[in-house]
Every structure is written in structure tokens, then in C-alpha cells.
């Protein structure tokens, strides 16, 4: 029976392969070709970012450019030379410095500008197109003499950060940096800076990325390299993405090793790079992070049941791949990437921005058999009709429920040690019940 288990865990469910494009860019750096098509522009993004209605922004440094609906490119902020000006005016008349870029759901664009040797966050109007600084005064000392004061105004205070995300309320959440390692500050929608995580937490690590899912989970990269460090111990590179729920720290993926491994299997138990790292998060909870190997880029994906797979690259320096399969294309670098509203995924390269239409696992394994065979935690009543008890010695932080085949047809949040699940909509039969993107349990439907 044991082998029979070890195949219905580890079959594979078939999904078509997801084809990629270019849809901005000629492959020669530059800023050029406004007001013709994308694919004939040349373009040099530092991230991406895209709209409810399906626009993409590139973030080029000294300018913002937007591909629209029909493929056109445009400049809509910045006079493409490198500095500081502008605030209270168009947005086109404004002098940028800026590498990254989010949106929110009205169409209002945030980006990240560097003045010396601080960072300033400046909104440009969906409405009136007009540009202003909201957080950040520049010229300040290097971010390693930053410091600001607790519950202080954004607009008013030195802040360095390397990546920053928005909730759906408007509150932003960035990394900063300091001599002390990485923390994650809070500006909230009246522009007041918060402690979200302290440098203390993440035990003076190195982190880059940030994003934020629908139901408000911040996730942040971990990166520390280790020799008899306070984690782990070692001797070695730590790198994991950690999630932030309720105040609590979890680890999201990684098995604290860096390296590349465990797709089709629990995210935390792959090993992950995320020395330079972009993430993204789409409206079916559907995570994708970009990695680096040694010799070129992928995207990964964590699905909501925490199951790793790679959906875009190969591993391999260069930029091919069009019209293929996205598994099997290669990426000149990747600076950022973005989804939209379909859950389609928009990948910034050196040269070019390209889209995977609606990526998927190929996979979903959802155990491995000692963790059917060793369970922690208790599920009743097993066999189940109508509502089912899951009970566990440590905080369920999320459960999945697939078929046997590895098909995800539940999955939720939760904070609490004790959950019940209504299973009367499912047709009887042999589920598998995932908790914490570890353990799997099977249980019986009558």
C-alpha cells in the first residue's frame, strides 16, 4: 500500500505549457522609440509594474514609460535626465532617479527615487499626472547613519530602503537599511513611520524584496551568511523568504540553505536563492519570486497549497526562448516582475520586458511518505460527512485539501491551533489535507 501512496503523492498533473513573449523591448539598451510599438523600442527597466487594466509601467531610471493596451510605449514621467525636480508639476517635466515602481489600485504610481545617498518615495497623481515627494528629504548621510524617530513623519525624515510594497488600504511597507541589517518600516496612510519588523527579528540579516498578499501577510527575503551564526549555526549562506503574519515571523520557503532544489515538493523544504531577488504576489495567492543560478535567472512560484515550482527560465545565461514554453527560455538578468489582474506574469530583463500567460506548477506533490506516516497533528472525525476538526500542537497557519492526484481544491489562513472545515460539498472519496505547507494527512469522505 505504501508504494501505492508514494505514486498518488508524486503523480504528476498534466497543464499545458505556458508560452512566453517579448512585449517591450529590442534587445539594445537605450530609452527610444516612443510613440510606436514596444516590441521596436529600446527600453532599460529597473522594474515593472502593470494596472487593473492591464497597462504595463517600465521603471527606467530617469523616465517612467507605459506600454498601453495596444502595444504602444510612451513616456509618462521624467525628462530622461538623472536628478531631482519637479515636485508639484507634470510628472513629465520632473527630473527621476528611480529603480523601483508599484501601483496601486486606482492607477496612482509610487516610486522609489535615490538623491545621494539616500532614497526619497515620490507619487505621481493617477488623476492629475502631477508628481510629489511623500517620504524621504534626501541628501542624507549613508543609510548606515540612518535613523528616524519613532511614530515621525515620512515626509520629514532620512530613509533608505532597497524594495517597498502597498496594502490595499494605502499603507506602505518598505525595507530599510541600516549598519544593524535590514528591518521593515511602516508608513502609514497619514505618512507616519512605524517599526513593522525590527532589525533584532530578522537577527541582522541582509534582505532586498518585498510584497504583500490580499489578506495583508508581508513577505521579506532572508539573507545572511552564516559562520557559527545566531541561526542554524554553520559555516554556510543562509536564504529563506520569511512571511509576517499577526507580528509572528514563519518561514515561507526555503530550506535555510541557499541553492536551487525541490520543485513539486513543500516550499520549505527547497533551497532558494534570494541574494538578488524580486517578488510578486498575485489575487489567488500565488507568490513568484525571481532567483539567480550561476549561470542565469528563473522565476519560481509558491502556490497556495506551498508548493515550489519553477514557471519561467531555464537556468541558463542569455535572452531566448519566444514562443516556446517558458520553462525553457533563458533571461539576460531580471531586474523585477509583476502580475496583473489575470494572473499573467511580466518579467523585467536587461532589454526587455516579457510575459508568461498565466503560469501554473506542472506538479503538485504533496508529501513525502514519512510525513503521511509520522503525523503531529489530529483530524476527526476520519471517516468525515459534513465538518472536519484539525488540531495541532503548534499554530495552523494555513491548510490545503487536494485530490489524490495533487489537485488543490481548498486552501485558506488561519491563526489558531484548532480549525474546522465543512466538507459537505465534496463528492466522497480519498482527500489529502495539508497543514503549514508540511504535513499531509489523508481523510475519508462518506
Not at 69 to 87: E, K, N, Q, R, Y
Not at 393 to 406: F, R, S, Y
Amino acid at each position: 500500500m505504501k508504494w501505492l501512496l508514494f505514486i498518488l503523492f508524486f503523480l504528476p498533473v498534466c497543464a499545458k505549457a505556458q508560452i512566453i513573449t517579448t512585449i517591450a523591448g529590442n534587445g539594445t539598451l537605450g530609452s527610444t522609440g516612443d510613440g510606436g510599438p514596444a516590441t521596436a523600442a529600446s527600453i532599460s527597466p529597473w522594474d515593472c509594474a502593470v494596472d487593473r487594466q492591464g497597462n504595463v509601467y517600465i521603471a527606467e531610471g530617469s523616465r517612467i514609460r507605459k506600454i498601453d493596451l495596444s502595444g504602444i510605449i510612451t513616456t509618462i514621467a521624467g525628462t530622461g535626465v538623472p536628478g531631482f525636480s519637479g515636485d508639484g508639476g507634470p510628472a513629465t517635466a520632473a527630473q527621476l532617479n528611480t529603480w523601483n515602481i508599484v501601483l496601486d489600485d486606482t492607477g496612482n504610481i509610487f516610486i522609489s527615487h535615490l538623491d545621494s545617498l539616500s532614497v526619497r518615495i515620490r507619487k505621481i497623481n493617477a488623476a492629475t499626472k502631477v508628481i510629489t515627494t511623500i517620504a524621504g528629504i534626501g541628501g542624507c548621510l549613508p543609510y548606515y547613519y540612518h535613523s528616524w524617530v519613532e511614530g515621525a513623519k515620512a515626509d520629514t525624515s532620512c530613509i533608505y530602503l532597497s524594495d517597498f510594497c502597498l496594502d490595499k488600504y494605502g499603507n506602505i511597507y518598505y525595507i530599510g537599511r541600516s549598519f544593524y541589517g535590514s528591518k521593515v518600516v511602516k508608513i502609514d496612510t497619514s505618512g507616519i513611520l512605524t517599526t513593522f519588523v525590527s532589525d533584532t527579528a530578522l537577527l541582522g540579516g541582509d534582505s532586498h524584496a518585498i510584497t504583500i498578499d490580499t489578506a495583508g501577510n508581508v513577505y521579506v527575503d532572508y539573507y545572511y551568511s552564516i559562520t557559527g551564526g545566531p541561526i542554524f549555526g554553520g559555516g554556510y549562506v543562509h536564504s529563506s523568504i520569511l512571511r509576517v503574519n499577526n507580528g509572528m515571523l514563519y518561514n515561507f520557503a526555503g530550506s535555510g540553505r541557499k541553492g536551487y532544489s525541490g520543485d513539486g515538493g513543500p516550499a520549505t523544504k527547497a533551497k532558494v536563492d534570494v541574494s538578488y531577488s524580486s517578488f510578486a504576489m498575485d489575487r489567488g495567492r500565488n507568490f513568484y519570486f525571481s532567483t539567480y543560478t550561476w549561470d542565469g535567472a528563473t522565476v519560481r512560484m509558491v502556490d497556495p497549497a506551498s508548493i515550489i515550482c519553477t514557471v519561467a527560465g531555464n537556468g541558463k545565461a542569455g535572452s531566448s526562448g519566444d514562443g516556446g514554453p517558458a520553462i525553457a527560455a533563458s533571461f539576460d538578468g531580471i531586474a523585477g516582475i509583476a502580475v496583473d489582474t489575470a494572473g499573467n506574469l511580466y518579467i523585467a530583463e536587461k532589454t526587455r520586458i516579457r510575459k508568461v500567460t498565466q503560469p501554473v506548477c506542472g506538479y503538485l506533490a504533496m508529501a513525502d511518505v514519512s510525513e503521511v506516516t509520522q503525523p503531529t497533528i489530529s483530524i476527526h472525525p476520519n471517516p468525515a460527512q459534513n465538518m472536519l476538526t484539525i488540531s495541532s500542537p503548534v499554530v495552523i497557519i494555513e491548510i490545503a485539501i487536494a485530490d489524490l492526484v495533487g489537485k488543490v481544491l481548498f486552501a485558506s489562513e488561519y491563526n489558531k491551533d484548532e480549525v474546522q472545515i465543512d466538507v459537505s460539498a465534496l463528492p466522497p472519496g480519498i482527500y489529502l489535507l495539508r497543514v503549514n505547507g508540511t504535513e499531509v494527512r489523508k481523510f475519508v469522505k462518506e
